[in-house]
């Protein structure tokens, strides 16, 4: 039997009992599918047209709170305890400096709530992980701290297009910033949308403004009816199924724990335990395609997502999605990876660490993410790695790639080895992220001699590497495998679609960002 403690609800323990899953997992499963019910039913009896923003603002508050207590019990106050101080922050500090203490303040409670659950409560009897959905409300404060500085702070002409677009040129009320924070589809698993978008959908403008597909220009949908998710809604539903049925079927076939299995490192030949590198970490994947693709169909339920129409008209659902899985799998290069896995996370590092740092702000993103991702051991060796194999890919990439493009067949033969590569060294530095401990971590290492921590060293040492230029307008000087042009579209996946859409949905979505430079 499936029996585990929890803070949150026993109420679906016979569920979880049957189904031999813990309780906090089913208690998460039927909660999203509850919250996709009720965003059909928020479009439908109160869409803007009925109903006015202050009700939708109060019911999309009053669902989350109840699925987090649901959830979570008592440990569902702390998603309260920090959106009020950081509010009241906002309030009582200026708008000069309270982005820093804001972010300060976010940042550190969610640590210390990932350092109470993880060290406290976790060893030896279950928690449950009530730090998931702090960690996208961390996000939303930081955000609009920043975007409320830039916005009545700042001057126009010191922000970046994209800063300029998602500036808040007034403090929201209480009302509002908690329906943005702690909305029932968002609040158990994003993902992370901007304030003016969220704002934007709340008071129905969400389809009077698209943008042109010939020009780019913005302009009225001309009589278009409004769109309807229904078909988005599906196709991602569709995708949870597959992704959920592959995960409690094929996952557990495949452990990334056997990588470290001291008799299948001593009778599996090279090639074999390369290719189970890459399958076991291949596995591990639906579980996030499932939990993220499943939260961006409940905010399309709700009507929240559109972001324009293509150039063949078609509506485009895609503004706050967390991924997009064909370009994941058959990634060629560690940039176009990280590029489509976490795409809302890969934004908040870019607003509100990467395009602000001034001193080393690759190094600076990969610590604030893992800082943000939690306090286990694995993290920081995953994303210290990932420096290198960063650094190491764009060093190569801008040596090499130019001999391959000159004709189809050489480019072919560079897009299969760079899979390879890509996929390879992706698994490679993954590993510690899953296993968590140190230990078990140099363990894999170990068994692998290091062999791409040294390549990647040696890459750096022995190849010339081109440098940011660094400015006030490095987000568009970076781009090095984008045309001028995609500096207009860079908020086409996460940021304002409705004063810069993005007119093809599935091809160029924020390539002028300095993240996109940051994973190159």
């Not at 995708?239 to 049925?245: E, P």
């Not at 509100?352 to 604030?368: D, G």
Request: glycine letters at 4%; charged letters at 15%; one cysteine or more.
């Amino acid at each position: 039997m499936a029996t585990t403690s929890t803070t949150g609800s026993t109420l679906l323990q016979p569920l979880s009992n049957a189904v031999q899953l813990p309780i906090d997992q089913v208690n998460f499963v039927v909660c999203q599918l509850f919250a996709l019910l009720a965003a059909v039913w928020f479009r439908t009896y109160l869409h803007s047209s009925k109903t006015s923003s202050f009700i939708r603002h109060v019911v999309a508050t009053l669902l989350g709170l109840y699925l987090a207590l649901f959830c979570f019990g008592w440990y569902a106050l702390h998603f309260l305890v920090q959106s009020g101080i950081s509010y009241c922050i906002m309030i009582i500090i200026g708008v000069e400096t309270m982005h820093k203490y804001c972010f300060v303040f976010a940042l550190g409670y969610l640590i210390v709530c990932q350092i109470t659950r993880v060290y406290i409560f976790d060893y030896g009897q279950y928690s449950a992980d009530f730090s998931g959905p702090m960690m996208i409300i961390t996000q939303k404060i930081t955000s609009l701290a920043y975007e409320i500085h830039d916005g009545m702070f700042r001057k126009d002409e010191e922000l970046t297009p994209s800063q300029r677009d998602l500036a808040v040129r007034r403090m929201p009320s209480l009302l509002e910033y908690f329906s943005y924070t702690c909305n029932f589809m968002g609040i158990l698993a994003g993902p992370l949308c901007s304030y003016k978008d969220y704002i934007t959908f709340i008071e129905g403008r969400s389809y009077h403004v698209t943008q042109s597909a010939e020009n780019g220009k913005e302009e009225l949908p001309c009589g278009r009816a409004e769109p309807l998710p229904n078909m988005a809604v599906t196709q991602k539903l569709l995708v949870c199924g597959l992704s959920l049925f592959f995960h409690l079927t094929v996952s557990n076939m495949l452990p990334v724990e056997y990588n470290i299995d001291e008799h299948f490192q001593a009778t599996t030949s090279w090639p074999a335990r390369v290719l189970y590198l890459y399958v076991s970490l291949l596995a591990a994947r639906p579980k996030y395609y499932f939990a993220w693709t499943l939260a961006d169909a409940i905010n399309n339920a709700a009507g929240f997502g559109f972001r324009g129409y293509d150039k063949n008209g078609e509506a485009c659902w895609d503004l706050i999605s967390n991924l997009r899985i064909q370009q994941i799998e058959m990634s060629t290069s560690f940039k176009m990876f990280l590029d489509n896995w976490n795409i809302q996370t890969a934004l908040w590092l870019k607003r509100v660490c990467y395009e602000r740092a001034t001193l080393s702000p690759t190094i600076q993103t990969f610590i604030l993410s893992a800082i943000w991702h939690g306090v286990y051991p694995g993290y920081y060796l995953t994303f210290l790695t990932g420096v290198l194999m960063t650094l190491a890919a764009r060093a190569m990439r801008s040596n090499f790639r130019h001999y391959f493009i000159k004709s189809p067949q050489l480019k072919l033969l560079y897009d299969i080895v760079t899979w390879m590569v890509t996929q390879v060294a992706v698994s490679y530095t993954v590993v510690p992220f899953v296993l968590l401990s140190i230990k078990p971590s140099f363990t894999f290492y170990s068994s692998w001699y290091y062999c791409l921590h040294i390549i990647g060293i040696l890459v750096l040492l022995l190849l010339p590497v081109e440098k940011t230029q660094r400015g006030k307008t490095t987000h568009e000087n970076v781009q090095l495998s984008r045309s001028k042009k995609s500096d207009e579209t860079e908020n086409s996946l996460g940021q304002n679609s409705f004063s810069i859409t993005n007119n093809v949905c599935n091809q160029n979505q924020e390539l002028a960002s300095r993240h996109s430079s940051l994973k190159q």
